[in-house]
């Protein structure tokens, strides 16, 4: 595998410090070093092992929301994001990964020692070309790998490939040249250039890929030449840093004009790109349109952009470039005098696909807009910074306030509430201008406020764009202001105004045409006239809103109607109907990641499960409620008006169980992990008990666990698991290390060997 010293080095240091930097050039590796490492002691740390990458991040003021997102944190208070980190990690025994630090060090000093300071198991791991500064911190110079030593005689070609430079060149070389291999006739060649680069990693790479056209010795030659060149022939004065930069100044000369081109205009790009985005930004002076396509298959060609694969999101193939190739192609930018146009053109793309998923958010392709932003996030982060940067320019402000409206949605069903409020707020603050723009942003705010329980400042905003709708004739934005009024009066209390205000909303709504909007005061009739008791027209409502979600083949709204309905339906008596829609509207949540819909869904069925006298099951999912309602950072969120049936099914199943029993329950509901509380919820497998094998002893998997068991049986890769289950590759992984945990085992051949002999005793 290479690297065994250095890892075993990390390990060693992260035994013993709860923070250590990996410090080293650009592409000698330490990202590489940090993951192997992570794979290694992932056991060590039963809450996670977490990677942050920073690359990408350029505003150091969003860099404790980044970790929030990396994280998987979906909190929806008004909380700083630091404190939300804090309070999440504060008893986790979790290692978490700062990848790419140097640009945001002080930023990351800062929050890492206010981390450190509020836990005491958590471990952080960062790469960086200089060390982080934080009180504690042990450092690690990554060094290139390691080369046949010149002083010791000439070793055979089986032995030379075990050294960790020439098997990387070997491996990157057979990617390239299939059947590649170093021999007796080429090794020399091979040290030379390995010995050429360093060592170091990318550089490594990036040499290997011009066998497709060059023989080794003339790639060996090339290196001479240039090298030679740069250093005026002293090889002692040759620097890695500048032998790295000299290897990419080679790939960048052996690009066409337009490849060039392209490379330093990707360079605009945070993270990664599709190849829509590519046509629509890097094209123009000097390429056309149509000619985006190859160029890009150039790159991928030439190792400048790295092809990905995302299991979310299967028809759109993505790309990224390095750091070490972005920050080339930047400065290449930068020298061209197009860094400020391109900035412009990412900027304008970005609001333009805001706008279009606005547009397209109620219908059948929601969930595939909802992905594609979430793919996007950096990039639309970006465009946004680009709007409200320094000088501050009165039209790109409002564009940009308008963009963050337009984004209200992926605000919500993503990681992202708190962001996109500070975004709302951040414009609100610099844009006075009393026009339509700020009267959406004001309403659009006001939702995440009462997500939030900020009542009070939703309220003010309310107040605010409702005067603004008046002045302008605006009868979209007094739809919306009604609509979330009538939540404001829920939370308040005042059921009858929210009725009245909701009614108005539908009235509105209807005369403008807005499905959205009257599908979401539907939603909320519902469930007000179901709290007032008047179940004819808490279904009405509920119905209204299903024809309306399903005219349009829209999943979101229908998914939250339903979990509406199925809390009526439960009132009224019916615990099986009531648990079929809750189960059915948590189905959709689950598929979207949507906690707030899951929390809502489980408390439903817990309190479902109690009027049914099932008081272990109820006892449990509200055991398995306090981590999604800690999670989210505001139980009931924007539901607050029903806490009262939590409080009465809490209170009905204590008294029923006992305090002893009632305990217990809780506490195995809270161990239970979200994929084990989602198949418990569903009772996916068949019992109360959680999921069972149909024969023979209980299994201690949960159904997709079970699934995905399977899979290794049959000898897929976690890649191919990902993709055959539609999960993120990463998902894959944590599934795979979970059954190894359940099941004692330490290798896949177990899982494997496991199944078989399940499947044996289930065929009798």
Avoid at 501 to 509: F, P
Avoid at 567 to 589: M, P, Q
Avoid at 596 to 605: H, R, T
Wanted: proline fraction near 3%.
């Amino acid at each position: 595998m290479g690297r065994r010293r250095e890892v075993a080095e990390v390990k060693r240091l992260l035994s013993g410090a709860r923070v250590v930097t990996l410090t080293g050039v650009g592409g000698v590796g330490k990202t590489r070093l940090a993951l192997r490492v992570a794979a290694d002691v992932r056991r060590a740390f039963p809450d996670g092992v977490w990677l942050v990458e920073l690359a990408a991040l350029e505003n150091p003021e969003l860099l404790a929301q980044a970790l929030v997102e990396a994280l998987e944190i979906r909190d929806l208070s008004a909380r700083e994001p630091v404190q939300v980190l804090a309070e999440h990690l504060r008893e986790k025994q979790a290692l978490v990964i700062l990848d790419n630090c140097e640009h945001l060090l002080h930023a990351c000093a800062t929050v890492v020692e206010t981390l450190v300071r509020s836990t005491s198991d958590l471990r952080i791991l960062a790469t960086s070309r200089e060390a982080l500064g934080v009180a504690g911190e042990q450092t690690l110079a990554v060094p290139p790998l390691p080369l046949p030593d010149s002083e010791t005689p000439r070793i055979s070609a089986g032995s030379l490939a075990q050294c960790d430079a020439v098997r990387l060149f070997a491996e990157r070389a057979g990617a390239v040249l299939p059947g590649f291999a170093v021999t007796e006739a080429n090794q020399d060649a091979v040290v030379r250039i390995c010995r050429r680069l360093d060592g170091i990693p990318l550089g490594i790479e990036l040499a290997a890929v011009r066998l497709r056209a060059l023989s080794v010795e003339q790639l060996l030659a090339r290196l001479d030449d240039r090298f030679r060149l740069l250093t005026a022939g002293s090889r002692a004065a040759l620097p890695r840093q500048r032998t790295l930069r000299a290897l990419i100044d080679w790939s960048y000369a052996l690009c066409t004009e337009q490849e060039r081109l392209l490379w330093a205009r990707a360079s605009v790009f945070a993270d990664t790109l599709d190849l829509e985005a590519a046509e629509e930004v890097c094209s123009g002076d000097g390429i056309a349109r149509e000619e985006v396509v190859d160029l890009v298959i150039g790159l991928v060609d030439k190792s400048i952009l790295i092809r990905e694969e995302h299991p979310s999101a299967p028809a759109r193939v993505r790309y990224r470039l390095l750091e070490t190739i972005r920050q080339y192609g930047r400065e290449r930018l930068v020298a061209s005098g197009q860094e400020a146009t391109l900035q412009r053109r990412h900027r304008d793309y970005y609001r333009r696909l805001a706008a279009r998923a606005h547009a397209q958010l109620f219908g059948p392709s929601q969930v595939t807009w909802f992905t594609r932003l979430q793919l996007e996030h950096a990039n639309l982060r970006a465009a946004l910074d680009c709007c409200f940067a320094e000088p501050v320019e009165p039209a790109e402000v409002t564009a940009g306030l308008g963009m963050a409206t337009d984004l209200l949605y992926h605000w919500i069903t993503g990681f992202y509430l708190g962001e996109g409020r500070r975004w709302l707020d951040r414009g609100l603050a610099a844009d006075t201008e009393a026009g339509e723009v700020r009267a959406r942003a004001l309403w659009a705010d006001s939702w995440l406020a009462v997500i939030q329980a900020d009542v009070d400042s939703a309220a003010a905003m309310l107040a605010e764009s409702r005067a603004l709708g008046e002045r302008l004739g605006q009868e979209p934005v007094l739809a919306y202001v009604a609509l979330y009024s009538g939540m404001v009066a829920m939370c308040r209390g005042d059921v009858e105004s929210a009725i009245t205000l909701y009614e108005e909303a539908v009235a509105r709504h209807r005369a403008t045409g807005d499905p959205v909007g009257l599908a979401s005061a539907f939603v909320r009739l519902c469930l007000a006239h179901s709290f007032r008791g008047d179940p004819a027209r808490a279904v009405s409502a509920g119905e209204e809103a299903l024809a309306i979600c399903d005219a349009h083949q829209e999943g979101w709204h229908r998914a939250y109607t339903m979990m509406a309905l199925g809390i009526e339906v439960w009132r009224r008596g019916d615990t099986r109907r009531a648990a079929e829609l809750e189960k059915e509207s948590l189905r959709f949540n689950r598929s979207l990641d949507d906690l707030l819909g899951v929390g809502m869904n489980l408390e439903a069925l817990a309190w479902i499960a109690a009027t049914e006298g099932r008081y272990q099951r109820a006892a449990r999912l509200l055991g398995s409620l306090q981590a999604v309602w800690r999670a989210i950072g505001a139980p009931l969120s924007g539901y607050g008006h029903l806490v009262h049936y939590h409080d009465e099914c809490e209170s009905r199943t204590r008294e029923a169980l006992g305090e002893p029993a009632f305990g217990a329950a809780v506490r195995r509901g809270a161990k239970l992990s979200r994929d084990e509380v989602l198949s418990y919820a569903l009772q996916e497998g068949g019992t109360d008990g959680g999921p069972r094998a149909e024969t023979g002893e209980p299994s201690p998997l949960t159904r997709r666990e079970t699934e995905i068991a399977g899979l290794v049986a049959q000898g897929l890769t976690n890649k191919e698991i990902a993709a055959a289950l539609v999960i993120a590759q990463r998902t894959a992984e944590g599934h795979i290390e979970h059954i190894l945990n359940k099941l004692g085992f330490n290798s896949r051949a177990q899982i494997a060997a496991w199944v078989c002999e399940r499947d044996r005793a289930a065929d009798g």
